[in-house]
């Protein structure tokens, strides 16, 4: 679904928001200290320093031509992906994400409709749907928003969970509820009026964003069963190696789930955690006798369309 974004009261200031990531050549100086160190050990995995050293320049560069094409009237911060769920999106902001497609899953759960532009700091390298422009396509945008255009945005569905205690969770490909190690997980388990005790390695509940990731694996593993788009108001759900006990059943492990359905689960074991799109440190912890609801998020992710030529 396309739309246009909505406009910003003329009071308020612009803030571009840059989100990127650290780079491979800036973790392996983390943990290795010296570039010596850090080219033995690539070496010693068949990869090279200037191959790294080539991918962080790509990166530094776009993110120095990203900033360099903001309007000077505009405010601008940085944000790195481990620290986000600290910093605070303002209604005003435009998000830059500067980087692969994971970081624009990453950062969506934090935003509240603000307009999100994905750059591909490395053409060709990395594309994927949620990164649509390169620098060029991503500074037209910026000039746009800056004339006071509404940019075209895709609006792609998103999942949420929601928990009896008033812990939350919201993603934009998938969430997971399930033992912390994967391990088995004990609930019941309630869809459309019937409900079932099972044991299982968790739930799966994906959007059609995520219908590439984790859900296009357990789908294709049943046969190839139909998902989501990435606009459309539902959601897929799958259960992993659920197990055939006389107190556990199998009947229910797949389904899709309307705009105003809901996946219930109630926690039959001691913990079970629920995180969104791989991100297990940022997790809600739900216990024994808890009841925990999945169901279609209220908020978007409005991903602008790179400019048409």
């Known amino acids: 679904m396309t739309a246009a974004a909505p406009a910003v009261p003329a009071a308020q200031r612009r803030r571009a928001v840059l989100v990127h990531r650290r780079t491979e050549l800036e973790e392996l100086l983390d943990r290795h200290s010296t570039r010596g160190q850090a080219e033995f050990f690539l070496r010693t995995r068949g990869r090279s320093l200037a191959e790294v050293q080539q991918a962080h320049d790509c990166v530094h560069e776009a993110l120095a031509a990203v900033a360099a094409r903001l ?21 005003e902001d435009v998000v830059i994400v500067v980087g692969p497609d994971g970081l624009v899953a990453n950062v969506a759960k934090y935003l509240r409709g603000q307009v999100v532009i994905g750059i591909d700091p490395r053409p ?125 059943g199998v009947s229910m492990t797949e389904g899709r789930l309307g705009e105003d359905e809901e996946l219930g689960l109630v926690v039959s074991c001691e913990r079970l955690v629920v995180f969104g799109d791989g991100i297990e440190d940022d997790c809600c912890e739900a216990v024994w006798g808890q009841r925990v609801r999945v169901s279609v998020a209220g908020s978007t992710l409005a991903l602008a369309d790179p400019p048409r030529a």
């Open 124 to 248: 060709g390298a990395e594309r994927g749907p949620l990164v649509p422009c390169d620098v060029g396509t991503g500074g037209e945008l910026i000039d746009r928003i800056a004339d006071g255009e509404s940019p075209s945005v895709s609006r792609r569905t998103m999942v949420r969970a929601r928990l009896d205690d008033g812990q939350e969770v919201t993603a934009l490909n998938e969430i997971y509820l399930g033992h912390a190690s994967h391990q088995s997980a004990r609930y019941r388990l309630d869809w459309r009026g019937r409900r079932e005790f099972q044991s299982s390695s968790g739930v799966i509940v994906s959007t059609g964003t995520g219908a590439t990731g984790w859900s296009a694996s357990l789908a294709h593993d049943r046969g190839g069963r139909e998902l989501p788009a990435p606009a459309e108001r539902g959601l897929a759900w799958f259960v992993r190696e659920a197990w055939p006990s006389p107190a556990t």
């Open 71 to 91: 309007p000077e009237e505009w405010a601008c911060t940085s944000v790195e992906r481990q620290d986000l769920a600290a910093f605070l999106f303002a209604p």
